[in-house]
T-cell receptor
């Protein structure tokens, strides 16, 4: 069982549609990060959320940290082909100083 | 340019032949990690290092070794590689644990 459960695992949508992906856990975290990974490259940080209930916006991307700091969501408005990639959530300070990633949501946006 | 470099980018080897994947960062970061990425499993941390001479196991350390003799370098050693270590490997660094991680370009390893 993974500490971080991401859903859906795969999402294929048309350009212009909205979507939400989720990162869930039964554990409480001090902070949570979202990364995006494009094919052939390493992940790149999108955002870090720290406060329960926090909402952060990055252009068309909206990130929310659950009130209880156990879960997070990423909402993309009017998706574009450039949003295609693997979206990963990650937490640290679990079991010492480890960093744990979810399995990711693979998004494909068709033009 | 601030970056994390890994070498080699691609490696095909045979079972049991010792290999080392190098990782270097030029950002004076304290925290460095090695991850492996397999389809459907995301990134799994192999080892991490809080600072020079301070290393600890991640979630999947079996079959791997690391060292941190200098702050900038964090090599990954496979003493006796096996086919189940075929994977895509990433090195990453950050100012401290929990801070933004900067990833290297990845090393695709195939063990036959």
């Amino acid at each position: 069982t993974q500490l971080l459960e991401q859903s859906p695992q795969f999402l294929s949508i048309q350009e212009g549609e909205n979507l939400t992906v989720y990162c869930n856990s039964s554990s409480v975290f001090s902070s949570l990060q979202w990364y995006r990974q494009e094919p052939g490259e390493g992940p790149v940080l999108l955002v870090t959320v720290v406060t329960g209930g926090e909402v952060k916006k990055l252009k068309r991307l909206t990130f929310q940290f659950g009130d209880a700091r156990k879960d997070s969501s990423l909402h993309i408005t009017a998706a574009q082909p450039g949003d295609t990639g693997l979206y990963l959530c990650a937490v640290s300070y679990t079991g010492g100083f480890k960093t744990i990633f979810g399995a990711g949501t693979r998004l494909f946006v068709k033009a | 340019e601030a970056q994390v470099t890994q070498n080699p980018r691609y490696l095909i080897t045979v079972t049991g032949k010792k290999l080392t994947v190098t990782c270097s960062q030029n950002m004076n970061h304290e925290y460095m990690s090695w991850y492996r990425q397999d389809p459907g499993l995301g990134l799994r941390q192999i080892y991490y290092s809080m600072n020079v001479e301070v290393t600890d196991k991640g979630d999947v350390p079996e079959g791997y070794k690391v060292s941190r003799k200098e702050k900038r370098n964090f090599p990954l050693i496979l003493e006796s590689p096996s086919p189940n270590q075929t994977s895509l490997y990433f090195c990453a660094s950050s100012l401290w644990v929990g801070a933004e991680q900067y990833f290297g370009p990845g090393t695709r390893l195939t063990v036959t």
